[in-house]
């Protein structure tokens, strides 16, 4: 099954966004936007800049 993002409305009145992997695993969270239609922009937003994004690796900390 493949990965799909769920948008819910938090205990403190916020709609959020999570994406799931096909397992059922959360591998991500988006932050609290103030509307449904928010979260859903931002879902959008996050599927753009994912498409082409690269995996940068940073240094270690020192």
Do not use: C, W
């Not at 993002?5 to 994406?19: I, Q, W």
């Amino acid at each position: 099954m493949a990965g799909k993002f769920e948008v819910y409305e938090d205990a403190g009145g916020k709609y959020r966004f999570r994406l799931k992997a096909g397992n059922g695993e959360i591998v991500a969270t988006g932050q609290g936007y103030s509307s449904k239609e928010a979260a859903h922009k931002g879902v959008e937003a996050v599927q753009r800049a994912a498409t082409d994004a690269p995996v940068v690796d940073l240094p270690k900390a020192a």
